[in-house]
């Protein structure tokens, strides 16, 4: 209704009148009077007309369809199943704040993503709505939840502001051209969505790995800042000295950011000359004369990626030397100790300076996970059955999780599995998170065996809650029929917390379930 239309006025009326309140419009202006009531009366009276009156606009054009996707769409049982996670119904927590016996499906849906995408399957086309909700509301599901959405997921985020994450979440793009379309990738690099230029990044870096730095090159000064940095840290795939040219001009690069991440690259690259300009550097400092720190920060290490100011209550000599040490190769050492080994060095005493052995170990440490060199890790890791705190590299938790991860999948659950039987599970999370899953052999015994000891000590059982939930996830489930005999509820010890037998027997009774229903959904998968 327009102004000048009949019924305008009476309508300025109404809304002056439930504005202003009854009492104050009554007796003046011919607008309503009298109750609540009768204003809105009148309002709904009013409202009918209003929508009579309007006029229909004109038709928008039709969408074009989505891309085909010729990934087929999971077995009717997965999809249900599939379902059934989105809608993550999930145990009923009882009135004693437990979580019951229930299997919680929301914590299941990220293997079942990924399960799914082993198997090459696309997204049931009436879960795609569910699916990009999903991953709107759960960060950690987004990149599996995308890619199984794929170009149907695309093309509906284009027509819902609320998906418009799903444009810059690189992945979920459309078709792309094949690599060898040299026509094709240009295309689509120059005017493609974030999306799919970070999917043809990666398609022709697999193609050719020296191809992904001279595409990058040709819109590289026109890119925004988190953009450079996004299509930088894709090179971490497949790095080699090819790309050393590439990264050597990022050093200037008007972004810190941008110029941090191209220096830490570079000195992945043993043989790149930042790496040999940080060997210089770090040699002059460290070797079996002692320590001696930088006296300043220059402008060339600046321009290799040193930060000057150091954060907060980090001396600024020790914090320059850290990062010449992380960053120079750690063939290096040998010779500047004498031929001795990793484990050899890092035995050695620091002849100078209170706090310099903790300082240099902790560099060795980053340069190792950085590197991927796993014989100075397990220099560093030392015996799993050493305390961590007399560990020969260091004693963070965070930091032995980085360096585990430089080791071979079996070896890395054996290491685990000796913290675990030598020092129990209470300081064992931060290492269970890097093995792979599921937890096979040595390991899930480990587990299962710790849980079950600290029942039987009486130990306070909610303090073990965070690695059942990870066991729920991540044992194998072969594992249920011998973990059966653990759900039976036992007597309270005496020292033990009131009620604590019965949450340990529930808690065993759900990771059974769980993992029950894991082997259904793999099996439906499949």
């Keep these: 209704m327009e102004k000048g239309d009949e019924g305008y006025g009476e309508w300025e009326e109404l809304v002056a009148a439930a504005l202003l309140g009854t009492d104050r419009r009554r007796g003046g202006g011919g607008g309503p009077t009298g109750s609540p009531e009768a204003l809105l009366d009148a309002a709904a009276v009013h409202a009918v007309r209003r929508r009579a009156g309007l006029r229909p606009a004109a038709a928008h054009p039709r ?9 087929p769409a999971p077995p009717q049982a997965a999809g249900r199943r599939l379902a059934q996670l989105l809608a993550g119904r ?73 998906w418009r994450f799903a444009l810059r979440g690189g992945a979920g793009a459309g078709e792309l051209p094949e690599v060898t379309d040299r026509v094709g990738v240009e295309r689509l690099w120059q005017e493609g969505l974030f999306a799919e230029r970070v ?8 193609h050719e790995a020296a191809a992904a730095p001279r595409l990058l090159s040709t819109t590289w000064a026109t890119e925004r800042a988190e953009d450079r940095l996004m299509f930088l840290d894709s090179l971490r795939v497949g790095l080699s000295e090819g790309d050393e040219p590439f990264l050597e001009a990022a050093l200037g690069d008007r972004s810190r950011n941008v110029r941090a991440t191209a220096a830490e690259l570079l000195s992945a690259l043993p043989t790149s000359a930042l790496a040999g300009r940080m060997a210089e550097r770090a040699l002059a400092c460290v070797g079996p004369e002692g320590v001696t720190p930088p006296a300043e920060c220059d402008a060339g290490m600046l321009r290799d990626g040193v930060v000057k100011r150091p954060p907060a209550g980090r001396g600024e000599r020790a914090w320059w030397l850290g990062q010449l040490v992380e960053a120079a190769p750690l063939s290096c050492w040998r010779e500047r100790f004498g031929g001795l080994g990793p484990a050899e060095i890092v035995a050695l005493p620091v002849a100078t300076g209170d706090g310099w052995t903790e300082e240099l170990h902790a560099a060795w440490c980053r340069a190792a996970v950085r590197q991927r060199d796993a014989l100075w890790s397990r220099a560093l890791l030392g015996p799993a059955s050493a305390p961590p705190a007399a560990g020969p590299g260091t ?35 931060q290492l269970l998170g890097v093995c792979v899953v599921p ?88």
């Design 63 to 71: 969408p074009a369809p989505a891309p085909r996707d010729p990934r």
């Design 90 to 162: 999930s145990g009923a927590v009882n009135g004693g704040g437990r979580r019951g016996t229930a299997p919680d499906l929301t914590e299941l849906l990220p293997q079942w993503l990924a399960a799914a995408a082993r198997h090459g399957y696309r997204s049931p086309n009436a879960l795609v709505p569910a699916l990009l909700d999903a991953a709107r509301a759960r960060t950690d599901l987004r990149q599996q939840a995308l890619a199984l959405a794929g170009p149907r997921g695309l093309w509906l985020a284009r027509m819902n502001p609320d």
């Design 199 to 206: 999917a043809l990044l990666g398609a022709v870096r697999a």
């Design 395 to 429: 004693a963070s938790l965070a930091e032995r999780a980085k360096l585990l991860e430089t080791l071979p999948d079996a070896e890395r659950a054996q290491w685990v599995a000796e913290f675990i039987r030598a020092h129990g599970l209470s300081e064992a999370f």
């Design 439 to 526: 937890w096979a052999g040595a390991l899930g015994r480990a587990v299962v065996d710790a849980l079950d000891t600290a029942r039987d000590a009486g130990s306070y059982p909610w303090s073990f809650s965070g690695v059942m939930g990870l066991a729920e996830r991540c044992l194998d489930p072969a594992e249920a029929d011998r973990l059966e005999a653990l759900t039976a509820a036992a007597q309270d010890l005496p020292d033990a917390a009131p009620g604590a037998a019965a949450y340990w027997a529930e808690a065993f009774q759900r990771l059974v379930a769980t993992l029950r229903l894991r082997a259904a959904m793999l099996a439906e998968l499949a």
